[in-house]
């Protein structure tokens, strides 16, 4: 079965500083992997996601994940933090369900603040 | 395009009611779906749809009904609340074919109290 790990519930940075925010997935098929935002009160936003092809893939407001198939990871990250950038993230993977179409399995979330 | 909306917002039910979480999107998506979200558990699939008529159970569908007359509807049944359901629910569609890989479009969310 298919699962998405992430390490911390609650990370916490520096505004301008690195953000990382970790994900490792397991599967047995080769997955689709995707993180998205979710704002206070708001629903869920794509931030990137991994098909096939370039393993490091940019997405919007700056994030970027690389794909490392050896390590079963999709790291989030973004050089320089803005608080505007405070949300909760999620991984998520897409893989085969009960052999019919694919379907999201989500990481617990990572609350994600920024500080001044 | 208004994407996928869902009502109520709020909502707060006593234990044994029953309620329709309505969801609808103007997208011509086939596939639609509804997750709840739950603090330290992310989102966890309920119910999904590949099209009218056609749905299907998720990771956790106990207590729960679908149903998909329309492309365009797809309401979530809770026909007698029990306090494990209070949540936050979501519902979210795509198109269908290899070529999406499955990137959902989500609404705003219902947030469902059961006292």
């Known amino acids: 079965a298919q699962s998405v790990t992430q390490l911390g519930s609650h990370v916490s940075v520096s505004e301008g500083a690195l953000v990382l925010l970790r994900c490792n997935y397991s599967s047995s098929v080769p997955p689709y992997l995707f993180w998205y935002v979710q704002y206070p009160n708001q629903g869920l936003q794509l931030l990137l996601k991994y098909t096939t092809g370039a393993t490091l893939v940019k997405g919007i407001n700056g994030f970027e994940a690389e794909f490392k198939k050896s390590e079963t990871s999709f790291h989030l990250t973004k050089p320089s933090a803005h608080m505007s950038d405070a949300a909760e993230y999620f991984c998520a993977v897409s893989v085969p369900f009960s052999g019919s179409a694919r379907q999201l399995t989500f990481g617990s979330g990572t609350q994600l603040t920024v500080l001044p | 395009n208004a994407g996928v909306t869902q009502t109520p917002k709020f909502q707060v039910l006593k234990t044994g009611q029953s309620m329709t979480l309505q969801c609808a999107q103007d997208?011509?998506?086939?596939?639609m779906s509804w997750y709840r979200q739950d603090p330290g558990m992310g989102l966890r699939l309920i119910h999904y749809?590949?099209?009218?008529?056609?749905?299907d159970q998720g990771e956790v569908p106990n207590g729960y009904n679908v149903s998909r007359s329309t492309t365009e509807d797809f309401p979530l049944r809770l026909l007698s609340a029990a306090p494990s359901q209070t949540s936050v629910y979501f519902c979210?569609?795509?198109?269908?074919?290899?070529?999406?890989?499955?990137?959902?479009?989500f609404g705003p969310g219902t947030r469902l109290t059961v006292l």
């Open positions: 749809s590949v099209g009218a008529g056609i749905t």
């Open positions: 997208m011509n998506h086939e596939y």
């Open positions: 979210a569609s795509r198109p269908t074919g290899q070529v999406t890989y499955n990137e959902q479009f």
